[in-house]
Each structure stands twice: as C-alpha cells, then as structure tokens.
C-alpha cells in the first residue's frame, strides 16, 4: 500500500473504504478508532459509508453533521460514526460521552477529530484525505500497534 493514494473518483473512495474494512475484521475484536481526518467535502462521509456497508450494514448511513453520533449495530461488534464538526466548546464534548463508548468489539469513525480536543478517543490510523488531483488524495497514518496491524492487512 503505498505512502499517498489517488482517489479519481467517488467510486475510488468508496473502494478504499472497502479494502479498509476487510483489514479492519481482527482488530475490530479489540477495538478501532479510525480518525477521518481532511476539509469540507473531503470524502469522510463517503469513506465511512463505505466502511459501514463493507461491513454488513445494509441501511441508510446518514450524515452525522447534526446528530453528531450516529449508531450502527454489525455483525461484529457496533460502530458509531461520530462527527465533531459543530463541537463548540469541552462540555459539549463531554456531553456526547465519547469516554464511555465501549471499548471492545466496537469502530470509532470520527469525521473532524480535531474539534474535539483532547476529548477525542486516540486514533489506531489516521485517515488524512484531501481535495486535489482531480478527486481526492488519501494518506494513511497508523498511530498503533493495531492501526500498524490494519495497514500491514491492506497490502
Ligand atoms: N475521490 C473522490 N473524487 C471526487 N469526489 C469525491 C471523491 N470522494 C468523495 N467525493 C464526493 O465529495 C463530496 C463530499 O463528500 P463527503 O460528504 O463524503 O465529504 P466530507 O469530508 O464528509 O465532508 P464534511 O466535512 O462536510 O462532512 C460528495 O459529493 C462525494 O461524492
Ligand atoms: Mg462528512
């Protein structure tokens, strides 16, 4: 998998996503915080989308935008699709309780990180996607041993 990836289009996107969550089905035993990092209009949502279907969910995945928190029940464990973009201060963030997301057997994709501060759950990879080359470009950033081991499973 190399350093920087081109994603020409939507679809492009969407398969990153796919080949994500098939190196994610071991790790998600212990647990996977993926941040979703890049600006508006950057493909978070379309990548996480692409995570949750991959993954077996079969409905609808809404925008986060205003609810902030969206769950999800999988075959594996749960996952909660989390954006922090409207967070406007701490207590907000504690509020949404993200430090008692349950920790095994569940998938953190958090779109806008950042916003979050320090209340943010630590990233296992960071996935850092920009608007350029025509589409989009994706970096992948493991930031621990698992997101190492979810990166080592993409190749
Ligand atoms: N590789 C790509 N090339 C071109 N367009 C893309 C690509 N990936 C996604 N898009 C398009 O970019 C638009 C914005 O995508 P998306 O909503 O996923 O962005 P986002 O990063 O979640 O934005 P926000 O910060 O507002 O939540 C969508 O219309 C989507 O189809
Ligand atoms: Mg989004």
Same mark, same amino acid.
């Given at each position: 998998? =190399?350093?920087?990836l081109?994603? *020409?289009? +939507?679809?492009?996107? /969407?398969? !990153?996503g796919r080949?994500? /969550? $098939?190196?994610?089905?071991?790790p !998600?035993?212990?647990?996977v915080?993926?941040?979703?990092e890049? +600006?508006l209009?950057? &493909?978070k @949502?379309?990548?996480? $989308?692409?995570?949750l279907?991959?993954?077996?969910?079969?409905?609808?995945? =809404?925008? *986060?935008s205003? @609810? !902030?928190i969206e769950?999800?029940e999988l075959?594996? &464990? +749960?996952a909660y699709?989390?954006?922090?973009? $409207? #967070?406007?201060? /701490?207590?907000?963030?504690?509020f949404?309780?993200?430090?008692?997301? *349950?920790?095994?057997?569940? !998938?953190?994709?958090?779109e806008?990180?950042e916003? &979050?501060?320090? $209340? @943010? =759950?630590?990233?296992d990879m960071r996935?850092q996607l /920009? #608007?350029?080359?025509g589409?989009r470009r994706?970096?992948?950033? =493991?930031?621990?041993p698992?997101?190492?081991a979810?990166?080592?499973?993409?190749s």
């Amino acid at each position: 998998m =190399p350093e920087s990836l081109t994603l *020409p289009d +939507e679809a492009a996107t /969407a398969a !990153l996503g796919r080949v994500l /969550a $098939r190196a994610l089905t071991s790790p !998600l035993e212990a647990g996977v915080c993926l941040w979703l990092e890049g +600006e508006l209009g950057a &493909g978070k @949502t379309t990548l996480a $989308r692409a995570i949750l279907r991959a993954l077996g969910h079969a409905g609808r995945v =809404p925008s *986060p935008s205003y @609810t !902030l928190i969206e769950p999800y029940e999988l075959p594996q &464990g +749960e996952a909660y699709h989390i954006d922090l973009y $409207r #967070i406007g201060s /701490a207590n907000e963030a504690d509020f949404l309780g993200l430090a008692e997301l *349950p920790g095994p057997r569940r !998938l953190l994709l958090i779109e806008w990180p950042e916003h &979050g501060g320090r $209340r @943010t =759950p630590a990233a296992d990879m960071r996935v850092q996607l /920009a #608007i350029g080359g025509g589409g989009r470009r994706a970096r992948l950033v =493991p930031a621990s041993p698992a997101g190492e081991a979810v990166l080592a499973a993409m190749s």
